[in-house]
T-cell receptor, first 113, second 113 residues
């Protein structure tokens, strides 16, 4: 992903609604796509990953969708809770980059009470 | 409790001074990483170590140095040659290099004036 400068994309969601966070990727050869959550003042935390040969993967209250045709990745969070407030990063992992994680700029999720 | 510790949480230094950031893990992971995070941007890899006594430059290694003399420790030195050292520094580890599930420490916020 590319830097978006000082201003993170922000998504505001009502508590209890579903959240959809989007990410565009650039490398068609990426093997895995990964979502991390970073709460304020903390390090990122792994949420879920999806292999490039899949188009959907579900976890606990989260679903990741992969659309390889348009190089688009999304993270859906069901029944959003206050604890979901964080910055969400997508990342790619590929043999081409020696398996180094390539990180997007992040999306800030704000939960409205 | 297994995890990664970074110290200190906040660090202030005068320009021209070298400073060393601590990172310790008790997860028995082979691979360790140092990332830099600037406001509104994704993580950028500074250095990584696949195994003890080995380390490699990442994308932005200039002005930084590391050592990996023990499996559990991967300190980062920010030298006076780093032109813009003020940032949030994150240490991470994974079971092996290339594993995209990385475990992060809480970070060190370095301010150089």
């Amino acid at each position: 992903g590319e830097s978006v400068g000082l201003h993170l994309p922000t998504l505001s969601v009502q508590e209890g609604d579903n959240s959809i966070i989007n990410c565009a990727y650039s490398n068609s050869a990426s093997d895995y796509f990964i979502w991390y959550k970073q709460e304020s003042g903390k390090g990122p935390q792994f949420i879920i990953d999806i292999r490039s040969n899949m188009d959907k993967r579900q976890g606990q209250r989260v679903t990741v969708l992969l659309n390889k045709t348009v190089k688009h990745l999304s993270l859906q969070i069901a029944a959003t809770q206050p604890g979901d407030s964080a910055v969400y990063f997508c990342a790619e992992n590929t043999k081409d980059s020696n398996y180094q994680l390539i990180w997007g700029a992040g999306t800030k999720l704000i939960i409205k009470p | 409790d297994g995890g990664i510790t970074q110290s200190p949480k906040y660090l202030f230094r005068k320009e021209g001074q070298n400073v060393t950031l601590s990172c310790e893990q008790n997860l028995n992971h082979d691979a360790m990483y140092w990332y830099r995070q600037d406001p509104g941007q994704g993580l950028r890899l500074i250095y990584y170590s696949q195994i003890v006594n080995d380390f490699q430059k990442g994308d932005i290694a200039e002005g930084y140095s590391v050592s990996r003399e023990k499996k559990e420790s991967f300190p980062l030195t920010v030298t006076s040659a780093q032109k813009n050292p003020t940032a949030f520094y994150l240490c991470a580890s994974s079971i092996v290099w290339g594993d995209h599930e990385q475990y992060f420490g809480p970070g060190t916020r370095l301010t150089v004036t």
